[in-house]
C-alpha cells in the first residue's frame, strides 16, 4: 500500500504515513471529547443545582459536595453569596432526556390527559 499524498510505501498496520503524516484510512478515528462544562443539571437539583453542577464538573459525589459547600457557608459565611452568584451565574442544563424547559414530557409521551382519552373521544364529531 502506497501514501495517497507522497506515495511513500507503508506497512499494513500504518494509520499515518512516516514520510509525510498524512492519514491512510486504517485504524480507528480520533475523537476527541467534549468538554465539560459548568452547567446547574436539572434532574439532580435539591434546591438550585449548584452544588450538582459542581459535583458533576468536579467528578466527586453530590452528597460530598453539598456537605463541602455547607461547611464553607457555615464557617466562613462566603458560602451563601457564593452559592447565589452561582446559582445566578450558571447556566441551567436541560439536555437530559426526561426534561426540556417548557416541562413538555420527552420523547412524545402523551400527558396524562391525552392518556385517559379514549378513541371515541378524540375522533371529531
Not at 18 to 34: F, H, I, N, S, V
Request: charged share 15%; proline share 11%.
Amino acid at each position: 500500500m502506497f501514501c495517497t499524498k507522497c506515495g511513500h510505501q507503508l506497512g499494513e498496520s500504518n494509520g499515518f504515513c512516516p514520510q509525510c503524516g498524512a492519514p491512510t484510512g486504517k485504524g480507528t478515528p480520533y475523537e476527541p471529547t467534549p468538554a465539560k462544562r459548568l452547567v446547574r443539571p436539572m434532574r439532580q437539583k435539591s434546591i438550585g443545582g449548584v452544588c450538582a453542577g459542581f459535583a458533576n464538573y468536579l467528578d466527586v459525589d453530590i452528597t460530598l459536595m453539598r456537605i463541602i459547600w455547607l461547611c464553607t457557608a457555615i464557617f466562613t459565611g462566603v458560602g451563601f453569596i457564593a452559592y447565589f452568584v452561582c446559582w445566578i451565574v450558571m447556566p441551567p442544563d436541560y439536555s437530559s432526556p426526561e426534561m426540556h424547559p417548557a416541562g413538555a414530557p420527552a420523547g412524545g409521551n402523551p400527558t396524562a390527559a391525552e392518556a385517559r382519552q379514549t378513541p371515541a373521544e378524540s375522533s371529531p364529531a
